[in-house]
């Protein structure tokens, strides 16, 4: 950032819920500028707040540190994520739910490119920043999961808790393959066409639990047990000398012993 950029006057913001997302993202594109410019140790909170044209006190207002300014809507997606699975129909897949869900994480990103990018760039060099990423990733994954669980087990799904675990795991690899995929590319790729495929193969993954297809499964493995006892091999040793009529009349009482 210019040091004319700096000294640039900003218009009054922060009166109207308009006003404060716009000084929050100010706030955001100053610390990310600076960390870029000069390093993340050596840029102050007091240099982010002058370079968003506000002061000091202004700055902690919206946030706790200079790490917060740089994810500065996590809290608000994750109320949404939220807010979108306490209202979503039941009879609606779960899964397609949770992709949906996670698709509002994507969109975030999406809908400042650059301020996406930069933020991953900085995400790879500075530790902390990116195990406050990492971190944030986490949240989304048990909110995942605890949606999952709970439908799952309302469906009547046995393995509910594991389904839920590894559907809402599934889910999150998705969406973060997809987003890595496009802040490489700098913002680039079609990150919504990709993260329909990537969604699907996880939708098709786990099919809604039916308690009539358990019972066929249930059906079928003790069908199959009953033919592979019914195949069971039956072996007698007798001598070579052993008369054939006592070869068959063993082997018979050897077959209505099993049978009964």
């Known amino acids: 950032m210019s040091e004319e950029s700096r000294r640039a006057p900003r218009p009054r913001a922060g009166r109207t819920t308009a006003g404060r997302r716009q000084l929050r993202h100010s706030l955001t594109v100053a610390a990310i500028d600076l960390f870029l410019e000069q390093g993340y140790e ?106 999952l669980r709970e439908r799952f087990a309302t469906a009547g799904d046995p393995l509910a808790d594991l389904r839920g675990s590894v559907a809402a795991a599934a889910v999150a690899a998705a969406h973060n393959h997809v987003l890595r995929r496009w802040l490489r590319s700098g913002g680039a790729e079609d990150a919504h066409a990709h993260a329909k495929d990537a969604f699907q193969l996880v939708i098709d993954a786990f099919p809604p639990y039916r308690p009539e297809s358990a019972a066929r499964r249930e059906s079928g493995a003790a069908r199959a047990e009953s033919d592979v006892a019914a195949e069971e091999t039956v072996v007698a040793v007798m001598r070579t000398s052993t008369p054939l009529s006592e070869v068959v009349r063993q082997l018979g009482e050897a077959l209505r012993t099993r049978d009964a």
């Not at 202004?58 to 939220?82: G, M, Q, W």
């Not at 902390?128 to 971190?135: I, P």
């Open 42 to 147: 050596a840029t102050t909170v007091d240099e982010i707040a002058s370079a968003a044209g506000v002061g000091r006190r202004t700055f902690f207002r919206y946030f706790r540190s200079k790490d917060d300014a740089i994810f500065p809507n996590h809290e608000e997606v994750l109320s949404d994520i939220e807010r979108l699975f306490a209202t979503a129909d039941e009879r609606q897949n779960p899964v397609e739910v949770a992709c949906a869900g996670v698709g509002l994480v994507l969109d975030f990103y999406l809908s400042d490119p650059d301020v996406s990018v930069k933020r991953y760039a900085l995400t790879r060099t500075v530790s902390s920043l990116r195990d406050r990423e990492v971190a944030s990733v986490d949240r989304y994954q048990r909110v995942l999961a605890r949606f």
